[in-house]
Every structure is written in structure tokens, then in C-alpha cells.
């Protein structure tokens, strides 16, 4: 009896047991569970550089290193890179490619308005037609008014548009106006066939000019005649100032004119000035064609000074007019025959004038010295004439009352001549002659009308 009770009591402390162990496992079930252990990872030391990947960057794409650099510094970049050596020509498109870095201005805000003048201001802009440079004027960036150097280039058909255009004072449409700081200006004129007519003027070697085409043979005529005219009036020294006198340049003498001599050829006579070399002797290789040329005389004197009027009235009463001869008479002809004889029969010479011979035993004083520079007032008078026909002198006088003082302008004639033509003239004046990477032939320059000139020769090849 004893064994059954107890086996119940047992029965009941193990099913307590039991069922506080389930009461125990279902507790611990419900608790969180703690997270996964992840891989262990090294401890960075204390003085290591933290690596680029983990700060994040900060950089503005904006920045640009060159705006570090002082502006002294940066306008030497700018003009490096924009400034080119040869004109832009506007609006031609036969330019030539200017290697200057435009993308520069598209960099950033600031660097666009600092480069931007700078790529006006070291530049030369070229322009073809007056309309072109008033029209840049207002479609270009403000900036345009800050152009310095200017080039023309004028052909001979709108030569009146661009002297109106040059002496103009109108605040829409001149020179000044268009451009405002410039201080350099060239202006290149091209002109056709300009020179005596009818000369035909052989250079030394030979009638090489005969085997060329007749427009040919004009333009070597007239590019020979305008260098000879040029090239004689600087070796004079002399210009012509703003009033159209004739002056001596300072520090340069005067020499005497040299014989001018007479070329017969097909077409008539024509003026040749004396050749000589670089050593200045005459050149006498061609004495064959120096037989056919003749010395133009001198001029003749200057008449005698009127006669004072005290000696012309003392003389008035003594001086009488002697009776005209008596016709011949020929009673035994006819009135028509006796006119006819009459008609051809000679009238004496009148008897010299006693003025004239009280004139010639009075002293009179010797004329005065001639001014400097009078003695080549006719060369200089026949020189306007050709550079009137060239067009200088109204380009010059066009720009008398607007240039500033401090622009410097220059003006350069072009004319046209066959190749070969060009090499004779720049062998004969190899002295007063530049030539150039093209092989065109350029004069010096010399002052006209407060102006300096030039004359270039442009060579062709003759098909």
C-alpha cells in the first residue's frame, strides 16, 4: 500500500519537474537572440593617412587653377593664347587660320570677362569695305572698341566711298567713332594701270617687256614710271607738307637733279632716269641702248625784269612809230594782180625799240636766290599730278581734319607687274627696294600731306 502511494507522489514531482522545465525552455524561446558576430576587422593605427575612397570629395567643378595665378600672370596666358600674327579679316572667309585658342573664353564667367578684351586689343582686324567696319561696330562685343590696330584695303572703284568715309565727323557712321582707341592704321590701295601713255620704257637687259602681252607691257610701264617718281623724291629729300608745298626734309641734303633722258621706242619718246648700282657708278653695260637716248636741253632763263616806268616815260616822247612802207605800184596791171603783189610782198622788220637799248646800258640787280625746294617745283608739280591719279592725294587730304595726333597711319599703293619685271626693277633700285616672303618689291616711306607712303609692286605670273 505504501509502494502505490508513493509511486503517484512520484509520479506527480516528475511531472512537475517536467512541466517546470517546459515552463523554463519556453521562457528562454521568448528572450531576443543576440545578432550574428560579423568578421573581425583590423584597427587602423593611430597616426595612418585615412584613405582617398573614404572621405567624401569636395571639389567644385567650377574651380580652375589658372584663376590662382595673379592677373599679371593671367593676362600673359591670355594673350598667349589668343593673340595671332597675321590680320582676321571680316567678313571674308579667305582668312588665313589663326592658331589662337577661342575655347578659352567658354572656360568660366570671370575668365571670359578678363580674356575678352585681350583678344581685341593684340590683334589687327581687317576690313574691305567701310560699311564692314561700321556694322562690326555694333554686332561684336562691346569689347570691339578697345581695337588698337586697323588695316584698309581699298580698291580703286570704291575709292570716293572710303574717302567719305575717312573724312566724315558724323558720330554713326566714322572712323573715330567705329573705332576709338585705335593707334595704328595701314591702308592698302590697289590700283589699276596708271602712267604716261605711249612710253615704252626699257629696264637693263634686253627688250624682254617686247615678248609680253600689251596690258603686260602697261602695268610694267606704269609700276617703272611710279617707282622712278617715288624713289627720286626721297632721294631728294623732300615732301610735301599738309599744304601742298614743297619742303626739305631735316637732316637729309638736297642733291642736284639727275639728267633726265629721252628713250625713243615704238610708241614715241619717254623719260628714263639714270640707272646706277649699289655703289653708285653708272651702269654702262648697255651703252648700245644709251646711243639712241638724247639729252633734253636745259630750260631756258628767266625773262628780264620789267622796265622801272620813270625810264619808260623818259623815253615816251623821244619814241615814234616810222611810216609803213609804200606798196609797189605797177600801173600796167590789173587791180587784181596789183592785190596779189601787195598781199605777198614783205613787210620790213621794225626798228628796235630805243627802250630797249637804254635798257641794255642800265645795271640791274641779279634776280633773287631761288627758295629751297624751287627748283624741283615742276617735277614735284607732275609728281601730284600721278599720285592724284593714284588716289593718294585725296586719301591723304581726306584725313587731315579727323587722324588724332598720336595715329600712326601709313598708306601703301599696290600696283601690278609681271614677275620678271618686278626682279629687273628690284636688281636696278636694289638700294631703295625691300622685298618681301611673296617676292613683291616695296619702297620706303615718305611723307605726303602729313602721311606716310609707300609704293609696293605686286608680281604675276604672264600665262
Known amino acids: 500500500m505504501a509502494s502505490r502511494t508513493s509511486t503517484p507522489r512520484s509520479r506527480s514531482h516528475s511531472r512537475s519537474s ?15 537572440a543576440p545578432p550574428p558576430l560579423g568578421p573581425a576587422q ?34 600673359k596666358v591670355y594673350t598667349f593664347a589668343l593673340a595671332s600674327p597675321f590680320p582676321f579679316w571680316w ?45 562690326f561696330r555694333v554686332i561684336s562685343s562691346p569689347c570691339s572698341s578697345r581695337i588698337t590696330s586697323a588695316c584698309f584695303r581699298i580698291r580703286e572703284k570704291d575709292l ?29 590701295l590697289r590700283v589699276g594701270n596708271v602712267g604716261p601713255p605711249g612710253v615704252i620704257v626699257q629696264l637693263p637687259g634686253g627688250n624682254a617687256m617686247a615678248n609680253l602681252p600689251p596690258a603686260a607691257q602697261a602695268h610694267a610701264q606704269a609700276a617703272q614710271h611710279a617707282v622712278q617718281q617715288h624713289i627720286y623724291s626721297i632721294n631728294q629729300g623732300i615732301h610735301i607738307n599738309p599744304h601742298g608745298r614743297v619742303e626739305p626734309i631735316p637732316g637729309l641734303g638736297q642733291a642736284a637733279a639727275p639728267p633726265v633722258h629721252m628713250m625713243t621706242g615704238a610708241n614715241g619718246p619717254g623719260p628714263l632716269a639714270p640707272h646706277a648700282d649699289a655703289g653708285g657708278d653708272i651702269d654702262d653695260e648697255n651703252d648700245d641702248d644709251d646711243r639712241n637716248m638724247v639729252v633734253i636741253p636745259p630750260p631756258p632763263p628767266a625773262a628780264a625784269p620789267a622796265m622801272p616806268f620813270q625810264t619808260f616815260a623818259a623815253n615816251l616822247v623821244a619814241h615814234h612809230h616810222p611810216n609803213p612802207p609804200q606798196p609797189f605800184q605797177t600801173p600796167h596791171l590789173g587791180p587784181g594782180v596789183q592785190g596779189a603783189i601787195n598781199a605777198i610782198q614783205p613787210i620790213p622788220p621794225a626798228p628796235p625799240h630805243n627802250a630797249n637799248a637804254l635798257q641794255s646800258q ?7 636766290p631761288p627758295a629751297p625746294g624751287q627748283g624741283q617745283a615742276t617735277h614735284h608739280t607732275n609728281f601730284l599730278r600721278w599720285e592724284r591719279e593714284l588716289g593718294l592725294e585725296s586719301l591723304c587730304l581726306s584725313l587731315q581734319e579727323t587722324r588724332p595726333k598720336d595715329v600712326d597711319i601709313k598708306i601703301v599703293c599696290i600696283m601690278r607687274c609681271p614677275r620678271s619685271e618686278v626682279e629687273r626693277l628690284v636688281q636696278r633700285f636694289a638700294a631703295d627696294l625691300s622685298v618681301d616672303r611673296n617676292g613683291d618689291a616695296r619702297t620706303r616711306f615718305r611723307r605726303l600731306l602729313g602721311t606716310e607712303v609707300s609704293l609696293e609692286i605686286a608680281g604675276y605670273d604672264v600665262g
Open 18 to 32: 517536467t512541466g517546470s522545465s517546459g515552463s523554463s525552455d519556453t521562457t528562454m524561446l521568448d528572450a531576443d
Open 42 to 75: 583590423p584597427r587602423p593605427a593611430a597616426h595612418s593617412t585615412p584613405s582617398a575612397t573614404s572621405e567624401p570629395s569636395t571639389k567644385d567643378p567650377a574651380f580652375s587653377l589658372i584663376l590662382c595665378l595673379p592677373r599679371e600672370l593671367r593676362d
Open 91 to 135: 567678313p571674308a572667309a579667305t582668312s588665313p587660320k589663326h592658331d589662337v585658342a577661342l575655347g578659352l573664353l567658354r572656360v568660366a564667367r570671370q575668365i571670359h570677362k578678363e580674356a575678352t578684351p585681350i583678344l581685341y586689343l593684340a590683334n589687327k582686324f581687317l576690313f574691305t569695305h567701310p560699311s564692314d567696319c561700321n556694322i
Open 160 to 188: 570716293r566711298l572710303w574717302t567719305t568715309y575717312l573724312g566724315s565727323k558724323q558720330q554713326e557712321r566714322s572712323l573715330m567713332a567705329d573705332l576709338p582707341n585705335l593707334k595704328s592704321l595701314w591702308i592698302f
Open 362 to 368: 642800265i645795271p640791274l640787280p641779279p634776280p633773287p
